[in-house]
């Protein structure tokens, strides 16, 4: 919140090195996420949102390699679940209002042109997906990649060190490299950070999109 006031208090047209990057983040969420996943008509409104919940998620993820954090809040299961219940909320919320009624929007779950007989069992699969499965899978997702990565820098920096500390030739000869790994996974696990908050924004937005969608 801090840099986001900084840089566009006072907006210029030409803008400055930190008004241009925070620009370029905005355009991203904007036009790469929103825009492309919603639909050039109806994506306006839903840029806040997701927009900030791109920018909250990857500033919480780079938690993990920041010193002294380096542990990212995403790790811990409870916030994207809460995250997930926020996006779950959102996109039934736009469904129903879309469609106007509960019957409308369940009904709009079903592609056209089945068979009668099928269409109480695509309704069940389509009810588990959009209440079951995608909030699960989302939450999931982020919760496994967060806490994988950070398993994974614990191993080899953290074993590093306890290698190097056994005093032994031949076991602080092999923390080097243990070292020079951790350093490697650093730079992947910051890549791995962004485009698990780029993951989450364009499901979320895709989820929206679809709620908006005659039939989705």
Do not use: C
Not at 79 to 96: K, M, N, R, S
């Amino acid at each position: 919140m801090v840099w986001l006031w900084l840089t566009t208090r006072q907006a210029a047209l030409v803008p400055g090195k930190g008004q241009w990057l925070t620009e370029q983040v905005y355009n991203f969420g904007r036009n790469g996420i929103a825009r492309d996943m919603i639909g050039s008509k109806e994506f306006m409104p839903f840029v806040p949102f997701l927009f900030s919940l791109f920018v909250f998620i990857l500033l919480n993820n780079l938690m993990g390699i920041v010193p002294p954090f380096q542990n990212p809040t995403m790790a811990r299961v409870a916030f994207p679940i809460g995250l997930t219940l926020l996006v779950y909320v959102v996109y039934h919320w736009v469904g129903l209002r879309k469609k106007g009624s509960i019957g409308a929007y369940l009904g709009g779950m079903l592609p056209s042109g089945l068979p009668g007989w099928i269409k109480p069992f695509i309704l069940l699969l389509e009810l588990i997906t959009f209440f079951i499965t995608r909030p699960l899978t989302l939450a999931l997702r982020l919760f496994g990649n967060m806490f994988a990565g950070h398993m994974l820098l614990v191993v080899f920096i953290v074993g590093g060190w306890y290698l190097f500390k056994t005093y032994d030739p031949g076991l602080m000869l092999v923390a080097i490299p243990a070292w020079i790994l951790g350093v490697a996974l650093t730079a992947f696990e910051a890549l791995v950070q962004f485009l698990q908050a780029y993951v989450f924004t364009l499901l979320a937005a895709s989820y929206i999109g679809g709620a908006l969608a005659d039939e989705h």
